[in-house]
T-cell receptor, first 116, second 111 residues
Framework: GAVVSQHPSRVICKSGTSVKIECRSL??????MFWYRQFPKQSLMLMAT?????????EQGVEKDKFLINHASLTLSTLTVTSAHPEDSSFYIC????????????FGPGTRLLVL | GENVEQHPSTLSVQEGDSAVIKCTYS??????FPWYKQELGKGPQLIID?????GEKKDQRIAVTLNKTAKHFSLHITETQPEDSAVYFC??????????FGPGTRLSVLP
């Protein structure tokens, strides 16, 4: 149980284009989903917290107009990187908190974004 | 602000030996402490967690100990195997709050 999927697993795009990443909880309901960014050999950096049916809460320094988050249902959250630039290239990971399991977060497999 | 320190940053052990990773935290209100294993190119996988009302928890070769007074918790892996090689992250959270992650420990198990 507690499986989280992400799609796509990797994406290469041209500078200036937008990229959408999907995060799904497959076998549980997630009232809260989190989006993280991870640079090579570094820890996870929380970008934003998304609650189903409400606006996302962004961490300090994360541009909400650049990283659009939509949490339309209890099993799906999307992150759209708008007007991507090479510095946005990174490993993006989502996690989901089980509505019934309090604090526990289950992570997706990650999405490798490369902006040329 | 909240901070989690993790040591060592890298750890090499011989197959069959034990590995210990220690984390210290600053927020006395923290009450949930998970450990994650991350293999190269993959997302973190929850391997064990402990809550503040428990001092130790074990799951086969993996155990976690918590010392709330000293504000530290440790991951113990016994009888290590090559497939245990990965980066391990500790984290802490207050109920309902976001995780604060440690910087990670790269474990290498040498055959």
């Amino acid at each position: 149980g507690a499986v989280v999927s992400q799609h796509p697993s990797r994406v290469i795009c041209k500078s200036g284009t937008s990229v959408k990443i999907e995060c799904r909880s497959l076998d549980f309901q997630a009232t809260t989903m989190f989006w993280y960014r991870q640079f090579p050999k570094q820890s996870l950096m929380l970008m934003a917290t998304s609650n189903e049916g409400s606006k996302a809460t962004y961490e300090q320094g994360v541009e909400k107009d650049k990283f659009l988050i939509n949490h339309a249902s209890l099993t799906l959250s999307t992150l759209t990187v708008t007007s991507a630039h090479p510095e946005d290239s990174s490993f993006y990971i989502c996690s989901a908190r089980d509505r019934l399991a309090k604090e526990t977060q289950y992570f997706g497999p990650g999405t490798r974004l490369l902006v040329l | 602000g909240e901070n989690v320190e993790q040591h060592p940053s890298t750890l090499s052990v011989q197959e069959g030996d034990s590995a210990v990773i220690k984390c210290t935290y600053s927020d006395s209100a923290s009450n949930y402490f998970p450990w994650y294993k991350q293999e190269l190119g993959k997302g973190p996988q929850l391997i064990i967690d402990i809550r503040s009302n428990v001092g130790e928890k074990k799951d086969q070769r993996i155990a976690v100990t918590l010392n709330k007074t000293a504000k530290h918790f440790s991951l113990h892996i016994t009888e290590t195997q090559p497939e245990d090689s990965a980066v391990y992250f500790c984290a802490e959270a207050d109920y309902g709050q976001n995780f604060v992650f440690g910087p990670g420990t790269r474990l290498s198990v040498l055959p």
